[in-house]
């Protein structure tokens, strides 16, 4: 920007280019395609901002600097906490206001979203199937770099290793009977594995939420993009962290 130009609130955050990106595709308009279309846009920048808290946990982790990281995976749950609630503004649409731009949609479909991919990628919820549904080259590129990088899951058992408590990786009993004492004995690491918790919980409440919003909405159709819509959406509800869950039959 030219020095004899003042920063303004608007030129900082580009709200005239941020105000243009909102492109309707029903001619004449339909109403509901502006709520739709910012909705989505508005959890695009938020799996932006998850991306970007979660290399920093991975990197803090890589550190041992266990306060950073708890604080970045609370405010992570945080923003989760803003997904859910962005429910409730998308079921203020019913059936009927959906149905009435739903062809305008075409093939796209919020399950190629190259950022959520990017999002399950960090957790350690990696599906190379993904791939095939990146939309262009540059995704395709960071899913890969996602799915070939250590996950957030891989750097906590890293951490916790170097931090006393050492197991393989790769024995799932042993790392649960590490986790088992590790709660019995040490409360700060338990904590920054609640913290984890806390994000899994918030992850699988949203990926309800949004099941129960197409059901509300399209019913047992098909979705859009060719999906299996509600049924596939279904499929998604697991844990991220699979054996912070199962160690509480443990105590």
Not at 68 to 76: C, E, K, N, Q, T
Not at 90 to 113: C, D, I, K, V, W
């Amino acid at each position: 920007m030219a020095d004899d130009v003042p920063l303004t609130y608007g030129t900082y955050l580009r709200v005239d280019d941020l105000l243009q990106l909102q492109q309707l595709s029903s001619d004449p308009p339909e109403h509901d395609e502006l709520l739709f279309i910012t909705i989505h846009q508005v959890y695009e920048l938020w799996f932006k901002q998850i991306l970007w808290e979660l290399d920093r946990v991975v990197r803090r982790l890589g550190t041992d600097d266990r306060a950073r990281a708890r604080h970045s995976l609370g405010r992570v749950r945080s923003i989760i906490k803003v997904l859910v609630s962005q429910l409730d503004v998308l079921e203020t649409m019913t059936p009927l206001e959906f149905a009435s731009f739903r062809e305008h949609l075409e093939s796209g479909s919020g399950f190629q979203s190259a950022q959520f991919r990017e999002v399950e990628f960090v957790l350690g919820l990696k599906d190379p199937a993904a791939m095939r549904r990146a939309e262009h080259d540059e995704a395709r590129g960071r899913l890969q770099a996602r799915l070939d990088a250590p996950s957030l899951w891989d750097a906590l058992l890293a951490h916790l290793s170097r931090t006393g408590h050492p197991v393989d990786a790769g024995d799932e009993t042993a790392v649960e009977d590490m986790l088992v004492d590790l709660y019995r004995h040490d409360p700060d690491a338990a904590g920054l594995c609640e913290s984890l918790v806390d994000l899994d919980e918030g992850l699988q409440e949203w990926r309800y939420r949004h099941v129960k919003m197409v059901e509300r909405t399209i019913g047992a159709k098909t979705g859009t993009g060719g999906s299996d819509g509600a049924a596939y959406l279904r499929a998604t509800l697991r844990p991220a962290f699979p054996l912070l869950w199962s160690i509480r039959s443990r105590f």
